[in-house]
């Protein structure tokens, strides 16, 4: 597959989308965050038709968004970490057509992650390390059909 690269061009974001009719001509598809501090987008993960990814809007903080490569199909999934603090995401990794990946938010710290690309279907899957501690996710991978990660619960 053909990686495309993602950057941010005089403050607004430009995408590439690696599907769809405008395969090779970048387009302005949002400006999620206007201005001077940009939207410092990462994380790209495709999903079937769907390109998730963490971006800043200056309201919600750094969050999972999503886009199906149209305008008003670009939009925030679920602000994890309520206001603007960021939920910090990272390690995302498909796996049947749903996202995992570790986010924090104000009650549990760093935890395991799902999401469909709904705000119902984005939910922390288990608390692994009870409280506000990081489980420290990492390592993730498939293997026979199993979602693997390490985590560490006794900290």
Known sequence: MKKRFFAPILFTILF????????????????????????????LTKVNDVLFFSA????????????????????????????LESSN??????????VFFVARNSENGYELW?????QAGTVMIKDINPG???????????SNGTLFFRADSSR
């Open 114 to 118: 799902k999401s469909d690309g709904t």
């Open 16 to 43: 590439s989308i690696p599907f769809g009719a405008f395969a090779d001509t970048p387009i302005l598809l949002k400006d999620i965050n206007a201005g001077v501090s940009g939207a410092t987008v990462g994380n």
């Open 132 to 142: 506000f501690a990081y489980s420290g996710h990492s390592d993730f991978s498939i």
């Open 89 to 98: 995401i990272g390690n995302l990794t498909v796996f049947n057509g749903i």
């Open 56 to 83: 800043n809007d200056g309201i919600n903080g750094s969050e999972l968004w999503k886009t199906d490569g149209t305008r008003s199909g670009t939009c925030l999934v679920k602000d994890i970490y309520s206001g």
